[in-house]
């Protein structure tokens, strides 16, 4: 976007009212959200919070006018009373932010993997219907439009029946930056949790949410046995404490199923994230603008109506869910969804634990 075009949006936010926004968490994704925050008329971010007062700082300082430094929520919420907040801590700490956003009368964006447990969802969901707020999830890949595309598609009958569904996700030979990443204390797990959840929630949309009813899982932890530490790495090896690589299998009530694949140590001819939907006319894949029906051994490219890609897909959910503030639209992710997403990451890692499958 060039210097005139951001003016006259700068112009514009003068004749909107600007939602007071609150970022919690100053790391990489918290400075990315500030970033982007920026860019949207109706967001004012009026103060971050991060427990290390340097981070803070340095983080409200990307903001135009400065917004309020905090190393303290509870303070925070007193001080500058937003209405909108976005937590993007480490998933620890997600609902007992989230639960104290809602009680002070925030909506809420909470980042991925939603919370440590379906307990603590549901406390989430329970605390922002007591205090009428919304909610939504920093999961970007709903603000696709090839995405949005193909749930049109598949809402219209376009696969016939859907059968299955196979989900893979990772990085080649790469851990996230963030130490707090590699804790399983800090994060619920590893690559299952932070990265295969994009392609995973994506799919789980498409389907319609159906409601898990068995899962079976299996994880592993290679990075201590290799010579070398991959190329991006940030900490000791002797603390990692979660999965790299991991693999499941979900029976749904409605009888789909979906394969889950996860790795973070892929090998550099390996495709990092993708998704596959087969039903009884066909199959459509993350891949292209097009569904593949197949009968009788001939294959019929459908071609699907795809929106423009926005600048910004973080960008975009914010202003989908200032949108969704103001009452237009409903938020881009319900709890079911939320919730089922995670009950599935959560049997996962049970089953992966007792080498038996979990019945939900």
């Known amino acids: 976007m060039d210097a005139d075009a951001i003016a ?88 007992q932010q989230a639960i104290a956003a809602f009680e002070a009368g925030a909506h809420v964006l909470c980042e991925k993997p939603l919370c440590m447990s379906v307990a603590e969802a549901e406390a989430m969901e329970q605390a922002a219907t007591q205090a009428g707020r919304l909610f939504t999830m920093g999961l970007q890949t709903r603000q696709s439009p090839a995405e949005q595309a193909v749930r049109r598609f598949l809402v219209a009958g376009g696969l016939g029946q859907i059968y299955h569904t196979r989900v893979w996700g990772g990085h080649v030979m790469s851990y996230p930056w963030g130490r ?32 898990p009813v068995t899962v079976s899982a299996s994880t592993f932890r290679r990075i201590d046995k290799m010579p070398d530490p991959p190329i991006h790495f940030e900490g000791e090896i002797s603390e990692v404490s979660v999965e790299d690589f991991g693999h499941g299998h979900v029976r749904f009530a409605d009888g789909t199923s979906m394969s889950i694949e ?52 973080t960008m ?25 997403v995670q009950r599935i990451l959560n049997a996962m890692y049970e089953s992966a634990e007792s080498g038996a499958e979990v019945r939900l």
């Open 8 to 95: 006259r949006w700068q112009s514009d936010a003068t004749l909107i009212m600007r939602v007071r926004t609150a970022v919690i968490g100053a790391g990489l994704m918290g400075r990315e959200h500030i970033k982007w925050l920026q860019r949207v008329p109706e967001a004012e971010v009026v103060a971050v919070v991060d427990p290390h007062q340097p981070s803070a700082a340095t983080a409200a300082a990307l903001v135009e006018p400065e917004a309020r430094a905090f190393q303290d929520m509870e303070e925070m919420l007193a001080a500058t009373a937003p209405e909108y907040v976005v937590v993007a801590s480490p998933p620890r700490f997600h609902a």
């Open 180 to 211: 707090f990443f590699h804790r399983e204390d800090m994060s619920l797990g590893g690559v299952l949790a932070a990265t295969t959840v994009h392609p995973l929630d994506a799919v789980y949309w498409l389907l319609g949410a159906p409601e």
């Open 262 to 313: 996860g790795n973070w140590l892929q090998h550099p001819r390996t495709r990092g994230h993708g998704w596959e939907i087969h039903g009884t006319l066909g199959v459509v894949q993350d891949v292209a603008p097009y569904a593949a029906l197949d009968q009788q051994q001939e294959v019929t490219p459908v071609e699907l109506d795809i929106d423009d890609e926005p600048e910004s897909r």
């Open 316 to 340: 975009a959910q914010h202003t989908a869910f200032l949108r969704a503030i103001r009452g237009d639209t409903p938020p881009a992710v319900s709890w079911r969804e939320a919730i089922g």
